[in-house]
């Protein structure tokens, strides 16, 4: 008989294509996902995996086990969240994923409250660039700049992010302030990497700033907005994330960047669930605060 436990590695690594990321994954050793991998080996009679030059390659028996064991997952993970809603108290753990820089500048201050008002819940967040996947079970509410088109999934618009154009005091004294949009082609500026360029934002900046040098490039909002604030150039930054800051200067206010609309998305299964309705009020409250209506 094959062991839950055993698939639940199988998929790990499967998706991870190693033991070291599978088990970061599931917050194991590597030598247990070795360990239990051998065992679902044995038990099925089988290799499920050779290894490659670019991580574990999956074999025709482990092929023919993924789809049985996905199957064997999402039956999991349906029973865990009816049992999550069994209780209408807010109790319990709950997993948001969103970018670092709502993590670090938004959600993390405002937490202290928020818990002090549920103390049965307590909150897990994960600052991750790629979209981890609800419908998996690796969140339960994610933070998103885009609708999800996944059909399984519900969205709810938190509201809009706006953005602006920042420099240091520091860079300003040294290079001048913009006073029009044409000024921006003679300065250095700070951008997301390459990988993000296809951000509207992203697209909007360097197009309004056509023929400028491009100085620093970060993939983290944290890394950006301290380059911004270390004088490497002009950002475009959340205007919520640095308002007050005395180590940013906004720069040509009547020019800003098309915003975003803020979603949460969870599964349908938790949706009603008493501690995953208590985050969606509290985010959605907490971005009213900070942005405003939108």
């Known amino acids: ?27 194991v050793a590597p030598t247990t996902v070795g360990r239990r991998l051998a065992a679902l080996e044995a038990a099925v009679g089988a290799r ?8 574990f390659l999956t074999t025709e028996a ?56 549920h103390p049965g819940l307590s909150v897990e967040v994960r600052a991750e660039g790629r979209a981890l996947d609800i419908s998996r079970g690796e969140a339960d509410v994610a933070l998103r700049l885009f609708r999800p088109r996944e ?15 920042f420099a240091a005091p520091a860079y300003l004294a040294r290079r001048g302030t913009p006073r029009v949009a044409r000024d921006l ?4 500026l700070v951008l997301y990497d390459r990988e993000l360029d296809r951000l509207r934002t992203q697209i909007w900046f360097r197009q309004a700033a056509a023929g ?3 100085a620093v490039r970060a993939n983290t909002t944290t890394l950006l907005q301290a380059a911004c604030a270390a004088g490497a ?29 803020l979603w949460a998305v969870t599964h349908p299964d938790l949706r009603s669930t008493a501690r995953v309705a208590a985050i969606l009020r509290f985010l959605e409250q907490l971005v009213r605060e900070v942005e405003g209506a939108g």
């Open 233 to 261: 150039g002009i950002a475009s930054l959340t205007a919520s994330y640095v308002r007050g800051d005395p180590r940013y200067v906004r720069v040509l206010p009547r020019l800003e960047p098309p915003p975003n609309d």
């Open 62 to 117: 482990s092929r023919a086990l993924l789809a049985r064991a996905e199957r064997m997952e999402a039956e999991v993970l349906e029973a865990e969240r009816e049992l999550a809603g069994a209780d209408a108290r807010p109790t319990g753990t709950v997993l948001i994923t969103t970018g670092d820089g709502f993590a670090t500048y938004i959600l993390a201050p405002a937490l202290p409250a928020f818990l002090a008002a």
């Open 1 to 27: 008989m094959l062991a839950w436990d055993d698939l639940r590695v199988f998929l790990a690594v499967h998706r991870a294509r190693s033991h070291a990321a599978a088990g970061r994954a599931l917050h």
């Open 151 to 165: 059909r399984s999934l519900v969205a709810r618009r938190l509201g809009v992010e706006r953005y602006g154009l």
């Open 212 to 214: 400028a040098r491009i």
């Open 185 to 188: 082609a003679g300065h250095d």
């Open 48 to 55: 499920l995996f050779t290894r490659g030059p670019e991580g």
